[in-house]
């Protein structure tokens, strides 16, 4: 059976969409902050279709399928490792790691701990802090200590279930940037651009009943693997260098949020 007919690669079959744009990376304040954090051209987001019901207890079949389909062998993107540019995927994924990611929070007030534990000032500028290292991090201020020195009495203000939210992951994944990261004095642009990346991404709905607005997104960090070892998201492991696919079952999308820490676009 080939592997894109129904029935092959656990019955799923998947579409690009390249109509599919996410302005929260195109939006030119966003293009700036990006290219300031050092991850402008090196992160990337892509939309594909899938034509079966998705079934979460089923994360490994849903993710392998994916990445054996050779309508993403031929479109999901990805920075070479030995020429820096964008290429296709383009080889057999023989194995995936997918971890699931809770995706729960609907609200940025998720970050106000910040300013009530003397982290960020009432004005919204970050704490500074004396210098120190978290490998390979440097920490120059109380919000990377939050974020990275497990040693720090401010480490306990989110939880290991509030660090596991997609939310934070986003927002730290932008706080810690690429290799030539220059860091915000102040707060908002890293909650608005942590904001609009995660409204892009994540679909919600009203539940008919209550009214209430829930996520019906489903969210794994990926890993695939082919005959050598890890070739996807990279061969090089890197905290900042990351895949998340984002599932909405009943669009039946699926949206990739790729990033490749290295050196990004200065000018």
């Given at each position: 059976m080939?592997?894109?007919?129904?029935?092959?690669?656990?019955?799923?079959?998947?579409?690009?969409?390249?109509?599919?744009?996410?302005?929260?990376?195109?939006?030119?304040?966003?293009t700036?902050?990006l290219?300031?954090?050092?991850?402008?051209?090196?992160?990337?987001?892509?939309?594909?279709?899938?034509?079966?019901?998705?079934?979460?207890?089923?994360?490994?079949?849903?993710?392998?399928a994916?990445?054996?389909?050779?309508?993403?062998?031929?479109?999901?993107?990805?920075?070479?490792?030995?020429?820096?540019?964008?290429?296709?995927?383009?080889?057999?994924?023989?194995?995936?790691?997918?971890?699931?990611?809770?995706?729960?929070?609907?609200?940025?007030s998720?970050?106000?701990r910040?300013?009530?534990?003397?982290?960020?000032?009432?004005?919204?500028?970050?704490?500074?802090?004396?210098?120190?290292?978290?490998?390979?991090?440097?920490?120059?201020?109380?919000?990377?200590?939050?974020?990275?020195?497990?040693?720090?009495e401010?480490?306990?203000?989110?939880?290991?279930?509030?660090?596991?939210?997609?939310?934070?992951?986003?927002?730290?994944?932008?706080?810690?940037?690429?290799?030539?990261?220059?860091?915000?004095?102040?707060?908002?642009?890293?909650?608005?651009?942590?904001?609009?990346?995660?409204?892009?991404?994540?679909?919600?709905?009203?539940?008919?009943?209550?009214?209430?607005?829930?996520?019906?997104?489903?969210?794994?960090?990926?890993?695939?693997?082919?005959?050598?070892?890890?070739?996807?998201?990279?061969?090089?492991?890197?905290?900042?260098?990351?895949?998340?696919?984002?599932?909405?079952?009943?669009?039946?999308?699926?949206?990739?949020?790729?990033?490749?820490?290295?050196?990004g676009?200065?000018?």
């Amino acid at each position: 059976m080939a592997a894109g007919e129904p029935g092959a690669s656990g019955g799923y079959c998947f579409r690009f969409l390249p109509q599919r744009t996410f302005a929260s990376l195109s939006a030119p304040e966003t293009t700036g902050r990006l290219r300031q954090w050092s991850m402008l051209g090196r992160i990337k987001a892509q939309a594909f279709g899938f034509d079966q019901t998705f079934r979460a207890y089923r994360k490994e079949e849903f993710v392998l399928a994916f990445f054996k389909d050779p309508n993403v062998i031929a479109n999901l993107e990805l920075l070479s490792d030995s020429s820096g540019q964008w290429m296709t995927l383009g080889t057999e994924v023989k194995n995936v790691e997918a971890t699931g990611v809770p995706c729960t929070q609907l609200s940025m007030s998720f970050f106000n701990r910040l300013y009530d534990e003397n982290i960020v000032r009432d004005t919204g500028h970050i704490i500074k802090c004396l210098d120190s290292f978290c490998d390979p991090f440097p920490i120059s201020d109380e919000l990377r200590k939050v974020l990275l020195d497990e040693d720090s009495e401010k480490y306990e203000v989110f939880s290991k279930p509030d660090r596991d939210e997609f939310l934070f992951c986003l927002f730290k994944h932008l706080c810690l940037g690429g290799s030539l990261c220059q860091y915000e004095d102040v707060l908002g642009p890293y909650l608005e651009t942590a904001k609009l990346l995660y409204k892009d991404l994540v679909s919600v709905r009203k539940h008919p009943q209550t009214k209430k607005i829930q996520i019906t997104s489903s969210v794994f960090k990926v890993t695939a693997y082919d005959s050598t070892g890890v070739c996807y998201p990279s061969t090089r492991s890197h905290e900042q260098t990351f895949s998340y696919l984002i599932v909405d079952p009943i669009k039946r999308h699926v949206n990739v949020l790729y990033h490749c820490f290295g050196v990004g676009e200065m000018s």
